[in-house]
């Protein structure tokens, strides 16, 4: 089992950056697909980033293509999503997720660990 949880959310304003942290523990997640997720009030949960081996390969949503970036650190069993020019829009529950087995990094269904989320909101 692998156990997820995230840290970093906040209140901010637009234009302002934010960095979001998921530890994973249990076991290690290296060769794990490992994404970020978010949920607006009233919407769907939505795909926003991820990244797995081999290379190192990133996936990210076109909402979020050149302000977020995530990366991970194998030896702390960490991904960080880093969140730049925060928009009204960014405001949600941000999850992270973990999976070994990922054939469509979009699909929320294909995870196998979930973190509770952080809470971020950007006011206008």
């Known amino acids: 089992q692998v156990q997820l949880v995230e840290s970093g959310g906040g209140l901010v304003q637009a234009g302002d950056s934010l960095r979001l942290t998921c530890a994973a523990s249990?076991?290690?997640?290296?060769?794990?697909?490992t994404a970020w997720f978010r949920q607006a009030p009233g919407k769907e949960r939505e795909f926003v980033a991820s990244?797995?081996?081999?290379?190192?390969?990133?996936s990210c949503a076109e909402s979020v293509l050149g302000r977020f970036t995530i990366s991970r650190d194998d030896a702390k069993n960490t991904v960080y999503l880093q969140m730049n020019s925060l928009v009204p829009e960014d405001t949600a529950v941000y999850f992270c997720?973990?999976?070994?087995?990922?054939?469509?990094?979009?699909?929320?269904?294909?995870?196998?660990?979930w973190g509770p989320g952080t809470q971020v909101t950007v006011s206008s």
């Open positions: 990244i797995r081996l081999p290379g190192t390969k990133i």
């Open positions: 249990g076991r290690s997640t290296s060769t794990y697909v």
């Open positions: 997720a973990a999976g070994q087995f990922i054939m469509d990094v979009t699909s929320r269904g294909e995870y196998d660990f």
